[in-house]
């Protein structure tokens, strides 16, 4: 099951942060979430990756579950 999928299902209502920055002419997004009093970050290339970063360390710090699911590059 996609990490953000299960994210949403065990914390409904989540408030996510979204940074913008530039370097070498290239975006890059941070998406955090303060979650249970524990702020989880994820990093990527379009604000997609970043959610799934942030959700994949989201449920393992709070579940102790790995994500296999994968996403393309």
């Known amino acids: 099951m996609h990490p953000v999928m299960v994210l949403h299902q065990m914390k409904p209502g989540l408030l996510y942060n979204t940074n913008q920055t530039t370097r070498d002419n290239k975006s890059f997004?941070?998406?955090t979430a303060d979650i249970d009093g524990k702020e989880f970050s994820g990093k990527g290339t379009n604000v997609k990756k970043a959610k799934f970063?942030?959700?994949n360390t989201a449920i393992l710090g709070l579940y102790g579950v790995e994500s296999t699911f994968e996403i393309s590059a």
């Open 29 to 31: 997004f941070t998406v």
């Open 53 to 55: 970063f942030l959700a």
